[in-house]
């Protein structure tokens, strides 16, 4: 009897050790899916939808097919980012108010006709101090003006102003660009951490398979422990995680930079 309790001990411990893992695992399950769920609701109150709104989550993440190029990154931030865009124009409406405001300090010259309808009356000539045969002739009169500006000062100024603001203007463009251009490189070099990250936990995964399998070949002929089994499948897992968040963080970049550019990646 006590050689048989001896051989069954190690085994029953190995069991209740298994169901502790097992336990804390379907805990830990539990806790992700609450978050996914609260993470799902709030991405449908962004998009104005119902909180129970299906959302589909794939099982695996993809690393986005993405091909750098610093040129053509440059290229597409200054023509496509709406940021710069709407600097540009605001230099543009300054630099045409200057324009308007320089023409307006400018004397101004007029040129017109006058047409008088002339009646048949003696009451119109008298009022006219016409000649009795020019009744009933209309006459056509050519008129020339001039408006020359008394208050230069006030032109000139607007003028100023003007060429300030649209300076201003061309600064906070050329300010603006070179922050997006150094956002570009930052998330570049961030992609490139991403995917040696990703490329090492990959390989990290494989050689972390393999050896689990070889653990639990030797568990099986009693030439290793349940410990090591544990311990080994706790790195695969690992492991696995840190290769999704790797992945994760690459295709965020790959949006990231993506937003600088401000074009879709599919009309590409």
Not at 178 to 191: A, E, P, T, V, Y
Not at 198 to 222: C, D, G, I
Request: hydrophobic share 40%.
């Amino acid at each position: 009897m006590s050689s048989g309790m001896g051989s069954t001990a190690p085994g029953m411990s190995d069991v209740l050790r298994v169901q502790l893992e097992m336990v804390e695992i379907e805990n830990n399950v539990e806790s992700l899916l609450s978050d996914i769920a609260a993470e799902k609701a709030r991405f449908n109150a962004l998009l104005n939808r119902s909180v129970d709104f299906e959302v589909v989550v794939p099982d695996s993440i993809v690393k986005v097919e993405y091909l750098f190029d610093k040129a053509s990154s440059m290229r597409e931030i200054e023509n496509q980012n709406p940021m710069l865009g709407m600097l540009k124009e605001e230099e543009l409406a300054y630099r045409a108010k200057r324009e308007m405001d320089l023409k307006m300090s400018y004397p101004m010259f007029g040129i017109g006709l006058q047409y008088m309808l002339i009646g048949e009356s003696k009451t119109a000539q008298m009022d006219q101090g016409m000649a009795p045969e020019m009744t009933g002739m209309d006459m056509v009169m050519p008129m020339f003006s001039i408006t020359i500006p008394i208050y230069r000062n006030k032109y000139k100024a607007q003028q100023r102003e003007s060429r300030f603001m649209w300076q201003s203007a061309r600064e906070k463009y050329n300010n603006t660009l070179n922050i997006l251009q150094s956002d570009l490189f930052k998330l570049k070099q961030q992609l490139d951490n991403a995917e040696r990250k990703a490329t090492l936990y990959q390989k990290q995964e494989q050689l972390a398979r393999v050896t689990y399998q070889l653990v639990v070949q030797e568990f099986v002929t009693a030439k290793s422990d349940l410990t090591n089994v544990i311990q080994v499948q706790r790195q695969l897992l690992d492991y696995q995680l840190r290769q999704a968040e790797a992945l994760a963080e690459y295709n965020t970049k790959v949006a990231s930079i993506q937003k600088l550019h401000s074009f879709n990646s599919s009309n590409n």
